[in-house]
């Protein structure tokens, strides 16, 4: 059964940094594009970044480019999301997923599995 699974959230203060990582399990990672989302409450889940096995390329979105860093390392079938600066305002359930189709990867129905999401509290 394929599973993703996160883990690096916490709380941390306004100009702080963290990582998260998300492995990959049960699936041919390197064959998947993966995306990372995150959902504040009583909000819809956004999309942060993704990266498509196709291009070798990260897209990020407007909002979280120049903050927000994703790597991939397929040896380890994990990704993981560097995200700097970080705000009161950043704070929400992050989630990664993997998707087949890679040209549905800035979409959040486009995606075959989601981790159970990780909490990242920032406090002013």
């Known amino acids: 059964e394929a599973q993703l699974v996160e883990s690096g959230g916490g709380a941390v203060q306004a100009g702080g940094s963290l990582r998260l990582s998300c492995v990959g399990i049960?699936?041919?990672?390197?064959?998947?594009?993966i995306g990372w989302f995150r959902q504040a409450p009583g909000k819809e889940r956004e999309g942060i970044s993704c990266?498509?096995?196709?291009?070798?390329?990260?897209y990020y979105a407007d909002s979280f480019e120049g903050r927000f860093t994703m790597s991939r390392d397929n040896a380890k079938s994990t990704v993981y999301l560097q995200m700097n600066s970080l705000k009161p305002e950043d704070t929400a359930v992050y989630y990664c997923?993997?998707?087949?189709?890679?040209?549905?990867?800035?979409?959040?129905?486009?995606?075959?599995?989601w981790g159970q999401g990780t909490q990242l509290t920032v406090s002013s």
């Open positions: 997923a993997a998707t087949s189709r890679s040209w549905l990867s800035r979409t959040v129905a486009g995606y075959d599995y």
């Open positions: 049960g699936f041919y990672f390197e064959d998947y594009a």
């Open positions: 990266h498509s096995p196709g291009d070798g390329n990260t």
